[in-house]
T-cell receptor, first 116, second 113 residues
Framework: NAGVTQTPKFQVLKTGQSMTLQCAQD?????MSWYRQDPGMGLRLIHY???????DQGEVPNGYNVSRSTTEDFPLRLLSAAPSQTSVYFC???????????????FGEGSWLTVV | AQSVTQLGSHVSVSEGALVLLRCNYS??????LFWYVQYPNQGLQLLLK????ATLVKGINGFEAEFKKSETSFHLTKPSAHMSDAAEYFC???????????WGAGTKLIIKP
């Protein structure tokens, strides 16, 4: 029972490099999202998707791209990494058609990204 | 706009003592309220949630929270702290009209032996 799987767990990037954080879920969840977690700021939504082919911006989308070609996968791309993107990134998923009172959000274990 | 305030970025209690983590929210409509726990180097997992009905909600690991509409609060409590409770706790709120969670900044719970 894999749940939500994120890779890589740790990554160091140089300023200006690009990379992709992978996220996959095996629960047939329609809704997937990416958060970043910074000290004292809780979780902030970067992008989300309510189904294959549908994505939308969250609170802090700048510098990030997403796509949703399949139900299972929701990769997050950093286009040109900046030190301000040093953070812990979490992918999350849940059923979408059920309302939020009836379902639970499942989180991946996080990806620690450092941009130098 | 909704917002969530968690009082205290760090809370320290002795093992066996009462745990009280505070959460206040602002919402123009009755909200859904959640507490999540994050153990070191792990993702978040649901501790408990309030949607409708009984305002005292029991969760995993002996935690409970009470929804007080008049105080716009959803404080998390546990009668007796255990060393394994050391983690970061996040309060979150959502309205039925949308499916996004608004998160508090988190409170790190430290358990003293």
């Amino acid at each position: 029972n894999a749940g939500v799987t994120q890779t890589p767990k740790f990554q160091v990037l140089k300023t200006g490099q690009s990379m992709t954080l992978q996220c996959a879920q095996d629960m047939n969840h329609e809704y997937m999202s990416w958060y970043r977690q910074d000290p004292g700021m809780g979780l902030r939504l970067i992008h989300y998707s309510v189904g294959a082919g549908i994505t939308d911006q969250g609170e802090v989308p700048n510098g990030y791209n997403v796509s949703r070609s399949t139900t299972e996968d929701f990769p997050l791309r950093l286009l040109s990494a900046a030190p301000s993107q040093t953070s812990v990134y979490f992918c999350a998923s849940r059923k979408y058609r059920a309302n939020i009172s009836g379902n639970t959000i499942y989180f991946g274990e996080g990806s620690w990204l450092t941009v130098v | 706009a909704q917002s969530v305030t968690q009082l205290g970025s760090h809370v320290s209690v002795s093992e066996g003592a009462l745990v009280l983590l505070r959460c206040n929210y602002s919402s123009s409509v009755p909200p859904y309220l959640f507490w999540y726990v994050q153990y070191p180097n792990q993702g978040l997992q649901l501790l408990l949630k309030y949607t409708t009905g009984a305002t005292l909600v029991k969760g995993i690991n002996g935690f409970e929270a009470e929804f007080k509409k008049s105080e716009t609060s959803f404080h998390l409590t546990k009668p007796s702290a255990h060393m394994s409770d050391a983690a970061e706790y996040f309060c979150a709120v959502s309205e039925e009209s949308n499916y996004q969670l608004i998160w508090g900044a988190g409170t790190k719970l430290i358990i003293k032996p």
